[in-house]
């Protein structure tokens, strides 16, 4: 009687584990449709995480310090312990501060930066890391596109030129993750000067659906006719709570709400994941 119990539970265990392992898959499957825009909790920073269909994966910049492997786990799954490309959009401290933790804790397949050098220290741990560990490494410029799978890209449009000798905001790295007929527009800290030159270059071609506020909401970015240019139907604001910088600025919150496009902020909603079907992107509830 006892072996036939014993049997019987092992019989039983099976089963669920088959059922658990059949239904990850299927989640799996259907997860694979679908891309994800990650505008991680930082505090007063940038990270983007973008998890494409399939599985490829890309961060942009990492926020000002190891908080981005805490916000990592919370979106990435538990197995996934590599990064395809990692993207420093520029050297300012709470766009790179967390590029180093994520270099050790993860295999980062990656690295892409505009190619100008900042005042502190974070500029060399990266670089070490990137020898240390043997990471590709580009310089990104216009034209250049990442392909992540399953449809989705990551389209450069600045910087067009040499950045070396800019201020480092000016030569942040502008770029549209492209997914469908679906579209995120990523300026990192880029001022209104470089705005009005991706509107003369592009046109309304840069019309997104999703639009991250340059520098944290700054009114030394978003002017008005890169705003209308862009024309989305949804605008991020990654800032810290009550910080030193009074991002976003009045201005730029007048702005949007002139034009009726809602807003999303880091320091009201935490993380604020983005979902895209390649027809429609929405923010996820």
């Known amino acids: 009687m006892f072996k036939i119990q014993r049997i019987h539970r092992y019989f039983l265990l099976t089963l669920f584990f088959l059922f658990v392992v059949f239904s990850y898959l299927l989640y799996l499957k259907y997860e694979d449709r679908y891309l994800r825009v990650y505008f991680l909790d930082v505090?007063?920073?940038?990270?983007?995480?973008?998890?494409?269909?399939?599985g490829h994966d890309m961060l942009v910049d990492g926020g000002p310090g190891p908080i981005v492997i805490r916000r990592l786990s919370e979106v990435m799954p538990f197995y996934d312990r590599s990064i395809d490309v990692v993207l420093e959009t520029h050297p300012d401290a709470d766009h790179i501060g967390g590029i180093?933790?994520?270099?050790?804790?993860?295999?980062?397949?990656?690295?892409?930066?505009?190619?100008?050098?900042?005042?502190?220290?974070?500029?060399d741990e990266i670089r070490r890391l990137r020898n240390e560990n043997g990471i590709d490494s580009i310089l990104a410029r216009k034209h250049m596109n990442v392909n992540l799978g399953g449809g989705a890209f990551f389209d450069i449009l600045y910087p067009d030129k040499d950045?070396?000798?800019?201020?480092?905001?000016?030569?942040?790295?502008?770029?549209?993750?492209?997914?469908?007929?679906?579209?995120?527009?990523?300026n990192g800290d880029s001022p209104q000067v470089v705005e009005r030159t991706l509107v003369?270059?592009?046109?309304?071609?840069?019309?997104?659906?999703?639009?991250k506020a340059g520098h944290h909401g700054s009114h030394t970015s978003s002017g008005e006719g890169y705003v209308r240019a862009v024309s989305p139907n949804y605008?991020?604001?990654?800032?810290?709570?009550?910080?030193?910088?009074?991002?976003?600025?009045?201005?730029?919150?007048?702005?949007?709400?002139?034009?009726?496009?809602?807003?999303?902020?880091?320091?009201?909603?935490?993380?604020?994941?983005?979902?895209?079907?390649?027809?429609n992107i929405v923010p996820k509830k």
């Open 43 to 54: 505090g007063q920073g940038d990270a983007i995480y973008i998890r494409a269909p399939g």
């Open 100 to 123: 180093p933790s994520v270099m050790k804790r993860f295999h980062v397949g990656l690295f892409m930066e505009p190619g100008v050098e900042s005042g502190n220290v974070i500029d």
């Open 163 to 186: 950045v070396s000798y800019l201020e480092t905001n000016t030569a942040s790295i502008v770029g549209q993750v492209r997914y469908g007929s679906t579209t995120v527009m990523l």
């Open 200 to 211: 003369r270059q592009y046109g309304d071609t840069i019309q997104s659906d999703v639009l």
């Open 235 to 279: 605008v991020v604001i990654s800032a810290g709570l009550d910080n030193r910088y009074g991002h976003p600025h009045r201005e730029v919150v007048d702005l949007f709400n002139t034009l009726g496009i809602p807003m999303f902020k880091t320091y009201e909603l935490g993380t604020i994941e983005f979902i895209s079907d390649g027809k």
